[in-house]
Each structure stands twice: as C-alpha cells, then as structure tokens.
C-alpha cells in the first residue's frame, strides 16, 4: 500500500508534468493545486530535490520544477525515493534484499516466489508508467487534481 507521503509525491509531480512551460511553481501554489497540505509538501518536495527529481528556483518567481523531462520520470522512481523498495517483502526486493525476520530459509519459503512475482509484475507498470503518460490524463478543463482518484 502506497503511504500518503508517495501519493502526495506522485500527485505534486503528475501536477507539475501537467503544468505548462518551464517556470518554477511555489510550494504554496503546488500545495494548493495538487489539494496537498502545504508544511507536509514542503518536506517532500524537498526530499525529491535532493534525489535529484526537482529543481528548486530561489527568488521572486521562484518555486520547483522537475528535474528531467517527464518522459524521464517514471512513477517507480517517485515511489521508490518516497517509501523506499517496491516488494511487499524483503525478501523479494531487488534494492533492498534481506531474509524476512521468521523465515527458516529463503529458498524453500512458499511465499517469496508469489511476492517476487508481484514485485516484478507492479515495477513493470510503474517503471513504465512516466509523469508524461499521467499527465495526459488531468482533465483539459480542470486544473486541480483535488478529487480525482
């Protein structure tokens, strides 16, 4: 399950792909357009610069813009650097392996192969779904992503 820190992530950076041209966007702004509580976004979208996702402009206009093009920004790479390793498991993540705490053996455990299955089957949609891809589905006539599921 996605923690509300990655779906504020994800909806501030699908906001952000959504937005034409390239000036920076305020906190203040994003927060309000995305319907994320402002104090909470301004620490993930200071997490998300320093792993290299946003770009922040100091100033009078200044704000966060992505860091890449956003065919270049996949939802895994958001989730990832919010909530950490994509698998349900240890066990069954490529980035972060380690044997769960109860299980006897790895190799023989019932359960890895079905959640390395899912791990594999879920990365495939996220790392292949970009912010561009999302972005195409905010409604022309509706600025704001607050209510849409």
């Known amino acids: 399950m996605l923690s509300s820190r990655a779906k504020y992530a994800l909806r501030a950076m699908v906001w952000l792909a959504s937005h034409k041209g390239d ?24 997490d998300l610069k320093r792993r290299n996702l946003l770009v922040s402009v100091r100033g009078k206009h200044g704000g966060f813009r992505l860091a890449r093009p956003i065919e270049d920004i996949s ?5 990832r650097h919010t909530d950490g390793p994509l698998a349900l498991a240890p066990c069954a993540s490529r980035t972060a392996y380690r044997p769960c705490e109860e299980c006897e053996d790895v190799e023989t455990c019932p359960l890895r192969k079905i959640l390395i299955a899912v791990r594999d089957a879920s990365a495939e949609i996220l790392e292949n779904t ?13 600025k704001k992503l607050r209510n849409t599921r």
């Open 75 to 79: 939802f895994a790479d958001v989730i």
């Open 23 to 46: 000036e920076a966007v305020s906190a203040s702004e994003l927060a309000e357009e995305a319907g994320v509580p402002r104090a909470f976004l301004e620490q993930i979208l200071n």
């Open 130 to 142: 970009s912010l561009q891809a999302a972005a195409k589905r905010v409604p022309k006539h509706r």
